[in-house]
């Protein structure tokens, strides 16, 4: 008998249920001693759920099931997911404090849209916005305006439509037409940013990126693309591909100049979905530039609460410098449940427990309470990279580790500087003198590949190997291809969190080097297996069932497609 190349598993088990087990009613109301569909039990994995029936997975069942046997099944099959403190591929905060996650459990049932229902939290969304309005240098002849969103993604969306919105008016006003919208951004662009481009009908001007730019938006290549109908410029502060802050300040003065021989103003919103809770608060703050509103021509930002805002998700903000820059007729005056709100997200109904998490942290932590845990994730941030191109084998394409080139950094051999840098970790006090602003800024990423010569030596050796042995060893560290026009170069990319501990880092230090080592040591081994991913039906009842599928198709890299960059 010839062996059949695809195996449905589901089919299997479903198969060996029908043989095993009789699925007659016991007893009681629907044939079960309870009346719900299930007899009495003494613990949640002595029901029939445990050997003799499978939870239903893709029809609602006919009748329910005991709620301890429900909650200890989903529990079980969750336990497959990573972990989140291990997952060093996001951005997203994975650490609450206590205090945090007791006024978020009191108030999960609180949906911010009831603004006349729950005034008290409303007024600390408002405190919110004020906070950050003045954190990014709002002045205080400008009314600053903003709301809480559900991440930087919906915030990129409405800071997009202000822009697009002010340009349209300018242009009727002007009798011109308004057929041909465009905004420009760099290749390192997260997704959300391509999303509003497509979702509101504006040409995307994606600029490429180089390594002489830094992997990031070229302030040159701006110049020579912005027209009459750029409605405006998305400028990156932190690129979620290398942690590099993007020269909002050498583009605002590109578009200063541009506005002095043409008349034309070209707005810039600002992503600070990552450095907006970083630069204003470390030592290094975004290098010699200016980003926020303390530069004219930045009309609004985002930032991500759910990141180094250190709440859970979601919840980002946006701040728009003058209320005059948010057109009227994009809010909505509502007159909903006895009261009058105005409405400028486009979601409706939302939580609002993580609004009251991110007012909690804002007073709690304060100025210096958020300025040491920014501080500390650039410390371990340099550590790691030092220690990775201390082995010789990896090189980082981030720069948070190289000193400042404007200010004291200090220099010498790469060993004895990861020497001195975890030495420092370790006894680092208030009198340590080091600090982020001896660095070059940026977020506490670390993105690393292996250097050319190791490469040579071991040509067997990829990086996607590395990284699926680092997650057999429960660490998830995403390997990827730069921005297009740079993905011939893959990179290994680490973020460091606030939960990511000196001691931690030992560990996944040594996890690292153990891999590269073993690697190193055994002949070559083929891992494509590894690498390839099976397609076909996955689900009972797929309308391709039946038909034989290929096992090993290989999965597109990253750089064939939109890239996600994942954050």
Not at 261 to 269: L, R, V
Not at 422 to 432: C, M, N
Request: charged fraction near 25%; glycine fraction near 8%.
């Amino acid at each position: 008998m010839s062996l059949s190349r695809h195996v449905n598993p589901e089919d299997i088990i479903h198969h060996i249920q029908d043989l095993k087990v009789s699925d007659k009613p016991r007893s009681g109301k629907n044939g079960n001693g309870n009346g719900n569909g299930e007899s009495p039990h003494l613990t949640p994995y002595s029901t029939r759920y445990s050997s003799q029936k499978a939870i239903p997975k893709y029809e609602i069942p006919p009748d329910g099931a005991p709620g301890d046997t429900v909650f200890a099944m989903i529990k079980d099959e969750l336990d497959l997911d990573g972990k989140p403190n291990l997952n060093l591929a996001s951005f997203v905060n994975t650490y609450l404090e206590d205090n945090a996650q007791n006024l978020m459990i009191a108030n999960m049932a609180k949906n911010l849209a009831d603004n006349d229902e729950y005034p008290a939290m409303i007024s600390m969304s408002e405190r919110c916005v004020s906070i950050l309005a003045n954190l990014w240098g709002a002045h205080a002849n400008e009314k600053a305006i903003g709301t809480a969103t559900t991440g930087s993604s919906e915030a990129i969306q409405l800071g997009g439509l202000a822009m697009k919105r002010r340009w349209q008016e300018k242009r009727r006003a002007q009798g011109k037409d308004t057929l041909k919208p465009n905004i420009i951004m760099g290749s390192n662009a997260q997704v959300a940013l391509l999303k509003f481009a497509r979702y509101f009908e504006v040409e995307e001007r994606v600029l490429p990126v180089s390594a002489k730019s830094k992997y990031r938006l070229d302030p040159d290549l701006v110049r020579e693309n912005i027209d009459e109908n750029t409605i405006g410029i998305f400028v990156i502060l932190g690129s979620t591909y290398t942690g590099h802050y993007e020269p909002v300040e050498d583009i605002s003065r590109i578009l200063d100049e541009y506005q002095a021989k043409t008349g034309i103003d070209i707005p810039i919103h600002v992503d600070a979905a990552s450095g907006g809770f970083v630069a204003p608060f470390t030592h290094a703050k975004a290098g010699n530039q200016k980003w926020d509103f303390t530069l004219p021509r930045v009309k609004s930002i985002n930032t991500s609460g759910h990141k180094y805002g250190l709440v859970t998700p979601g919840i980002g903000w946006i701040v728009w410098r003058d209320e005059s820059y948010l057109p009227k007729h994009l809010v909505f005056e509502l007159h909903y449940l006895g009261g009058t709100e105005l409405s400028y997200t486009l979601n409706f109904s939302r939580p609002g427990a993580q609004v009251i998490a991110q007012y909690y942290n804002l007073i709690h932590l304060g100025f210096s309470g958020y300025r040491e845990v920014m501080e500390n994730c650039l410390a371990n941030a340099r550590v790691l990279s030092k220690s990775l191109e201390a082995t010789g084998w990896y090189t980082c394409v981030s720069e948070i580790h190289r000193p400042n080139p404007d200010g004291a950094g200090r220099g010498g051999d790469v060993k004895e500087m990861v020497k001195n840098a975890v030495t420092s970790a370790v006894t680092r006090d208030k009198s340590s003198t080091e600090t982020s602003a001896d660095y070059i800024a940026g977020l506490p990423v670390v993105s690393f590949r292996l250097v050319d010569e190791f490469r040579k030596e071991y040509p067997h050796i990829k990086q996607e190997t590395i990284s699926l042995l680092l997650r057999a060893r429960q660490w998830i560290i995403p390997n990827y291809a730069l921005p297009p026009n740079e993905d011939a170069t893959e990179i290994l990319r680490v973020v460091i969190r606030e939960s990511m501990s000196l001691d931690l880092l030992d560990r996944l230090v040594t996890d690292i080097v153990q891999v590269t080592e073993t690697l190193m040591e055994n002949d070559e081994v083929d891992m494509g297996i590894l690498h390839k991913r099976k397609t076909g039906p996955s689900k009972k009842g797929d309308k391709h069932k039946g038909k034989k599928t290929t096992v090993g198709d290989q999965v597109k890299r990253m750089a064939d497609g939109i890239h996600r960059s994942v954050c």
